[in-house]
Structure formats: C-alpha cells, structure tokens
C-alpha cells in the first residue's frame, strides 16, 4: 500500500496543498474548523508532514517534546531541561514543554492530540510512566521516544535512568550501619502515576526489613502525606505527632529535608546532635546546608538522553548496551549524620 502524502491530503481535505502545510506549520493562519478537518484526515491517511520531503525539504521540524508530571520549576525538570537545551539548542531544535501530565484529562488530551498533530522530532517523558496504549499513541508519531528517569523502559526507544531504589537502600542502610534504631522514612503519598521517586521507599523497606531480621532492634516507619505545596509541614507534623521522636530521618528528597532541618530547630531539635538526616537529589543548598545525602546528575541525564535523541533522530542505531542506561547514585557524607549515641 503507497504512502499518503501531501497530495492525497488536500485532495480528501478539498483544500490546497499550500493550507495543509499551512495547517500543520501555520495554524495561526488557518481556521480552527478547516485545521481540524486537513489534521484529522493527515491522521486517518498516516501522513506526517514533519516526514514529508514535499512540504518541508529537512524532513524535520526541529523541534522535541518535554513530557513532565510536575513543573519545570522543580529542580529535578529545572535540570534536565538544561541538560536537553545545552545539546538540542546547538543542533537547531526547539524544546515545546507539556507540564502537569498528572490527571486523567491531561493525559488524555496530551496522549490523544500530539499524534495528530505529529510536529515533533522526538518526544522526551521525564520521570514517570506511561501505559502501553499511551506508548501505542506516541508510536504512531513515528519518531524516537526517549526516557528519562521513567519506572519501566517498555515501549521506549532509549532511555537514561537512575536507580532510585537502590540509591535509597543505601541511604538507609548508611544510617543503620551508624548505629540508629529508630529511622522514619517521611515522604508523599505514591499516585498511580507511577512516579520513578516512589521507587525510593521501597528501597527504604527493602533496608529495614533486611536489617529488621538481623537485629531486633530497629524501629522502622513509613510517613506518608499528601503530594503538594504543604507537604514538608505535613511530614514535620507527623514527625512530632510520633511517641518517640527518630534518632535518623531518611528524606525522600533534599526539598524536604532542608526545610525540615530547618524547622526543627524551632523545635529544639539539632542535627547531627539529636538525629542524623540524610536527603536524594544532592540538589541547590545541599552543600551549603552541609547536608549528607544521594547525589545524582539530572543535567548530564538531559545531556546524555539528548545525545541519544539526536542520533534516532538521524537514523543511527544506538550501541549496544548503551540504549538503556542506569546510573548509581552516590553517596555524599557532610555535616548532618553521626553514629548513634544514646540519649
């Protein structure tokens, strides 16, 4: 069966060749009824303007979609982000950002309309899942999808990962080797996005429960709060509502435990002298707090992901082993651990 292409576009569209570039390329210059009609044929015909040699002679758009569950103001995307445009701008790509892809309607609306419009190179999903059908969609775009740091690499083309539950088996398993026995593992409720983050508490569990069955006596608890802006003074609260407050505090993220040092010295509680903490992420005030945590580099994860983009993009294979990465995070000691004393 040939191809679609441009051609047969207008024809079924019963409009000229020039709109249904203009359509794609344009929008702006084109009504939101006849845009609708040329895009929703193009998809019914399999044509992809962005693949067509007739209207664009690159083949290309230049341009690559970020997808991300959160803002681009977290730190984590703030990363990546630059990691991506420090190799994407210089190639001559544009980076268009699809922020809060976290419910069901967003999902929908994204994984529903972007293989329609297919005016994308390259579509990068930062840090959580995808369902198979919402991969069978982004497929259908007929261009590389990248990973980076996503739970599964099913469906994807390349990706770049970091192992967050191993990094967080070695947090925990840190502060044990100091002695503690009493550890709280605060952190936000897991969603059914599947977020690469959730990941971290079941290495948290995975340490305890090995260590539980060595020794008994470690006081292990899981401290779960609401996702959103007040989930550190939930977690602080909880934290207080407890009978015995924890000798170490393992941290689901540096943004938590910063402020939670921070607040609980209000509270006449002083680290490393009345609890060790450790963070993730080693992100902007880790050193500065002189905080103990797990380092990992989102930057150079948006570099090498981006790297790895560019050439699919170009019709390179990837070498072998090298087109699913994970890296380790590593363990950075500063100011806010110590071995356990007794009070």
Known sequence: MTK??????????????STVSRAFTRPDLVSDKTRRRVLDIADRLDFNISRS???????????????????????????????????MHPAGYDISLFQHIDTAENRREFFTDLPIRRNVDAVFVASFAIDPPEVEQLKRIHVPIIGINIPSTTGFDASI???????????????IGLGHRHIVYPCSEATDMDASIDARGRGFIR?????????????????????????????????????????????????????????LERYGRRTP????IIGFDDSIYAREMGLTTMRQDPRAMGRS???????????????????????????VLRDTDAPYTAS
């Open 273 to 276: 002298r009345d609890y060790s």
């Open 53 to 87: 040699a007739t209207a664009l002679k690159s083949g290309r758009t230049n341009r690559v979609a970020l997808l991300m569950n959160e803002e681009i103001t977290s730190w984590f995307n703030t990363e990546v982000f630059a990691g991506l445009e420090s190799v």
């Open 161 to 175: 990962s970091i192992d967050d539950e191993e990094g967080m088996y070695r947090a925990t398993q840190h502060l």
């Open 305 to 331: 992901a981006a790297r790895k983009a560019l050439r699919l993009i170009n019709g390179e294979e990837l070498d072998a082993g090298k087109a699913h990465e994970t890296v380790e995070a590593q363990l």
């Open 207 to 263: 340490a305890c429960e090995g260590a539980s069955a060595r020794r008994g006596d470690l006081d292990w608890r899981v401290l779960s709060v609401p996702r959103g802006p007040e989930f550190v003074d939930s977690a602080l609260s909880a934290l207080l509502a407890l009978d015995e407050f924890p000798d170490a505090i393992c941290c689901q993220m540096d943004m938590m435990a910063i402020p939670m040092i921070i607040k």
């Open 4 to 17: 679609a292409d441009i051609h047969d576009v207008a024809k079924a569209a019963g409009v000229s060749i």
